[in-house]
T-cell receptor
Framework: ETGVTQTPRHLVMGMTNKKSLKCEQH?????MYWYKQSAKKPLELMFV???????ENNSVPSRFSPECPNSSHLFLHLHTLQPEDSALYLC????????????FGQGTRLTVV | GQQVMQIPQYQHVQEGEDFTTYCNSS?????IQWYKQRPGGHPVFLIQ?????EVKKQKRLTFQFGEAKKNSSLHITATQTTDVGTYFC???????????FGRGTSLIVHP
């Protein structure tokens, strides 16, 4: 248990579906992140939120839409995904974004069919 | 953008042998972090190095930051099967708080 909880743990969706990934942290952290982990690529940072404000969008396609309603919750809304979007999506949080250690959730294994 | 190379990509060892993974950057780093990800698991923070030439130890793990702050290594003495996993470095440079992760080194320990 890392204090960062992601749901669902596994998700299979069609290319025309809309789904959302949820992340919740109980650590009192101010920064939250979405990462994508594919089999053949390094861990890719997608979005950064600091005090609920999005501070980074790492050239992510618009079919991925983040939402951060408060500093404890982070969502990733998915629509019209492609099979190549299949990956492990990891949420992380840190006390502050400046070089602080990140606590990762267990991830959502997404398969797009 | 920030370039970081981590080698080797894979390493097979017999239990009891030592293991080292290296993280090399093209630019001077502010700090570097190391993470471990067990098979089927998520990355777990191990340590952060900030100072030039810094060496930190955690039981059988030794972490080193190069004098020029462009490279780092993680050394495991007398590996055990519980050391199996992928070890990632995450680097920070230029005042950015956005980490760049290496591709990781997957350690396989044969009993």
């Amino acid at each position: 248990e890392t204090g960062v909880t992601q749901t669902p743990r596994h998700l299979v969706m069609g290319m025309t579906n809309k789904k959302s990934l949820k992340c919740e942290q109980h650590l009192g952290h101010n920064a939250m992140y979405w990462y994508k982990q594919s089999a053949k690529k390094p861990l890719e940072l997608m979005f950064v939120y600091n005090f609920k404000e999005q501070t980074e969008n790492n050239s992510v396609p618009s079919r991925f839409s983040p939402e951060c309603p408060n500093s404890s919750h982070l969502f990733l809304h998915l629509h019209t995904l492609q099979p190549e979007d299949s990956a492990l999506y990891l949420c992380a949080s840190s006390h502050r974004p400046v070089g602080a250690e990140a606590f990762f959730g267990q991830g959502t294994r997404l398969t797009v069919v | 953008g920030q370039q970081v190379m981590q080698i080797p990509q894979y390493q097979h060892v017999q239990e009891g042998e030592d293991f080292t993974t290296y993280c090399n950057s093209s630019t001077t780093l502010s700090n570097i972090q190391w993470y471990k990800q067990r098979p089927g698991g998520h990355p777990v923070f191990l340590i952060q190095l900030v100072k030039s030439g810094e060496v930190k130890k955690q039981k059988r793990l030794t972490f080193q930051f190069g004098e020029a702050k462009k490279n780092s290594s993680l050394h495991i003495t007398a590996t055990q099967t519980t050391d199996v996993g992928t070890y990632f470095c995450a680097v920070f440079s230029g005042g950015s708080y956005i980490p760049t992760f290496g591709r990781g080194t997957s350690l396989i320990v044969h009993p």
